[in-house]
């Protein structure tokens, strides 16, 4: 079985400053791992995503997360946050055996503030 | 290549009303997914079809029916509209599901009263 929990259901930055949002998963199989972003009243769009290879994955917009299997985590950064990066943010797990079906975290809301 | 298109966009319900929300792909997909987003949540799987002809329930499927007779299309039928089951849905299809991306459609914001 396959879940994800989203440690923060709020974070507040103010603008060029980093962001760090934190997720950890649970898989039975080997996972696939995903964030993605929802700007209000929009749909989903991939920011990056983990799919075993390289640990250290880079994304859209400056937004980069590492996979830690010893840690079960998966965590997304960015050095310096934007005004424009305020939205909701999911954290995804999918795994091997699971014909694509994917588990959403309950999200991040990123309030970015000047 | 319009990539996933839902219909419609927004739609207000009576308790008991039925309706059919619409989701079609271009990009010959054979996997598609439809989901629910509650206010404040984060996204839960109804139902999921691996190909034309092929359905099965996803984690909160009760209310909802599928049916899938093409690759591009994959209708979310209501029956007997609930206001629990007020909410935003999304429709998704991908190529592969080997650590392949969803593709998201905009999403049909429904409201039962």
């Known amino acids: 079985a396959q879940s994800v929990t989203q440690l923060d259901s709020h974070v507040s930055v103010s603008e060029g400053t980093p962001v760090l949002l934190r997720c950890n998963y649970s898989?039975?199989?080997?996972?696939?791992l995903f964030w993605y972003v929802q700007h209000p009243n929009k749909g989903l769009q991939l920011l990056l995503k983990?799919?075993?290879?390289?640990?250290l994955v880079k994304g859209i917009n400056g937004f980069e997360a590492e996979f830690k299997k010893s840690e079960t985590s998966f965590h997304l950064t960015k050095p310096s946050a934007h005004m424009s990066d305020a939205a909701e943010y999911f954290c995804?797990?999918?795994?091997?055996?699971?014909?694509?079906?994917?588990?959403f975290g309950a999200g991040t809301q990123v309030v970015v503030t000047p | 290549n319009a990539g996933v298109t839902q219909t419609p966009k927004f739609r207000i319900l009576k308790i008991g009303q039925s309706m059919t929300l619409q989701c079609a792909q271009d990009?010959?997909?054979?996997?598609m997914y439809w989901y629910r987003q509650d206010p404040g949540m984060g996204l839960k799987l109804i139902y999921y079809?691996?190909?034309?002809?092929?359905?099965d329930k996803g984690e909160v499927p009760n209310g909802y029916n599928v049916s899938r007779s093409t690759t591009e299309d994959f209708p979310l039928r209501l029956e007997l509209a609930a206001p629990s089951q007020t909410s935003v849905y999304f429709c998704?299809?991908?190529?592969?599901?080997?650590?392949?991306?969803?593709?998201f459609g905009p999403g049909t914001r429904l409201t039962v009263t």
């Open positions: 983990y799919t075993s290879a390289a640990t």
């Open positions: 995804v797990v999918s795994d091997a055996d699971s014909w694509g079906k994917l588990q």
């Open positions: 998704a299809s991908t190529g592969r599901t080997d650590s392949y991306e969803q593709y």
């Open positions: 079809s691996v190909g034309a002809g092929i359905t």
């Open positions: 990009m010959n997909h054979n996997y």
């Open positions: 898989s039975s199989y080997s996972p696939s």
